[in-house]
């Protein structure tokens, strides 16, 4: 079955400090690979979809394969960017996702 | 911007009472979808529709009753709401094709008492 982890509910770093949100997925098939994220108390949002390959808002995401991942990365985060961030894989071509728990980041001063 | 909205934003209800979830998309996307988000749980899709009169069940569809008589309509109806359904809807659409995203109302909170 289709499966998304994301192994840390929470994830603290200090402000400037490089961030990285750790996702990983199963599925048998061609996986399509995103990355959301929701401020407090607003609706999901797309941050990065893995076949764009941008970079939005200084954060970064790869696709691997051998290992199943999609880690979402950021050199130097910024207070701002503390938010519930939520891995999601698209699969079987029609539009069924499955989310991952989420981690929630926290950027402290 | 239109977009995808939803309504209520709040509802308290009772125990035992009906309550439908309204979500409406301006943009004719062909999907649609409903989520409840809870702490420890994440995002669990509750029922999708495909298209107009085409729905089917999600991962917690107990419960919950959806229709889809227009594409830009997918109301969620809790037939007899429980303390167990207190939650925070989302209601989202996409359109169909590799590369699409699904995009979020701005929820429902919803309080069974």
């Known amino acids: 079955a289709q499966r998304v982890t994301q192994p840390e509910k929470l994830l603290s770093v200090f402000k400037g400090a490089p961030v990285e949100l750790k996702c990983n997925y199963s599925?048998?098939?061609?996986?399509?690979l995103f990355w959301y994220v929701q401020y407090s108390r607003q609706r999901l949002q797309l941050l990065l979809r893995h076949i764009s390959r941008e970079s939005i808002k200084g954060f970064t995401a790869d696709l691997n394969k051998g290992e199943t991942s999609f880690h979402l990365k950021k050199p130097f985060a910024q207070e701002e960017d503390s938010a519930m961030y939520y891995c999601a894989l698209k699969y079987n071509y029609g539009q069924n996702f499955v989310f991952g728990p989420g981690t929630r980041l926290s950027v402290l001063p | 911007d239109a977009g995808i909205t939803q309504s209520p934003r709040y509802k308290i209800t009772e125990t035992g009472r009906q309550v439908t979830l309204m979500c409406h998309q301006t943009?004719?996307?062909?999907?649609m979808f409903w989520y409840r988000q809870d702490l420890g749980h994440g995002l669990r899709l509750i029922y999708y529709?495909?298209?107009?009169?085409?729905?089917d069940k999600g991962e917690v569809p107990d419960g919950y009753v959806v229709s889809r008589s227009k594409t830009e309509n997918f109301p969620l109806t809790l037939e007899s709401a429980t303390r167990s359904q207190t939650s925070v809807y989302f209601c989202?659409?996409?359109?169909?094709?590799?590369?699409?995203?699904?995009?979020f109302g701005p929820g429902t909170r919803l309080l069974v008492l």
């Open positions: 989202a659409s996409s359109g169909s094709g590799r590369g699409e995203t699904q995009y």
């Open positions: 943009w004719s996307h062909s999907y």
């Open positions: 599925y048998s098939g061609s996986p399509e």
């Open positions: 529709s495909a298209a107009a009169d085409i729905t």
